[in-house]
């Protein structure tokens, strides 16, 4: 077997790299979807972007989140993705972390409260965007 080649991506030692900020590897372009939204609607808006977690709410207010966790959910259950709307399983359990906060830490938290994706929160606590757990693991990595 030919031996693999290796490559020094980022000379940053483990620590270091869980240290850094998350900032870099926030998504901005958050998939914002109204309250009244039906699943279906939002189903497809996630796909149209090739994500799976969506913002809920009007405006700057955001009133909740969608997974696609909460989508296979509501199917599992029986809901008509045609008359059920966001609001109707949007989760208001929001986690929050500081654009400066530690990527291990952010990571921990994600472990901790069982979540793929966490809002990212500038200084004045507005919306800066979402890292997911897939964010996380680039940082982690590279």
């Known amino acids: 077997m030919p031996e693999r080649p290796t490559v020094d991506l980022d000379p940053l030692s483990t620590g270091e790299r869980e240290r850094r900020p998350v900032r870099p590897f926030v998504v901005e ?8 939204e039906t699943l279906r609607a939002v ?3 996630l796909r149209a972007r090739d994500v799976s977690f969506a913002v809920v709410g009007e405006g700057d207010d955001i009133d909740g989140v969608i997974s696609e966790r ?3 959910a509501a199917i599992a259950f029986g809901h008509d993705l045609d008359a059920t ?5 949007e989760s208001h359990s929001l986690n929050w972390a500081s654009a400066a906060a530690a990527v291990g830490d952010v990571a921990e938290e994600m472990l901790e ?3 793929r994706h966490i809002l990212v929160c500038h200084d004045d606590g507005t919306l ?4 997911s757990m897939r964010d ?3 940082a982690l990595v590279i």
């Open 29 to 36: 372009d958050v998939v914002r979807v109204p309250l009244d």
């Open 43 to 45: 189903a497809v808006a």
């Open 70 to 72: 909460d989508l296979v």
């Open 85 to 89: 709307t966001a609001r109707d399983i």
């Open 113 to 115: 409260t069982n979540v």
């Open 128 to 131: 800066a965007g979402v890292v």
């Open 136 to 138: 996380l693991l680039a």
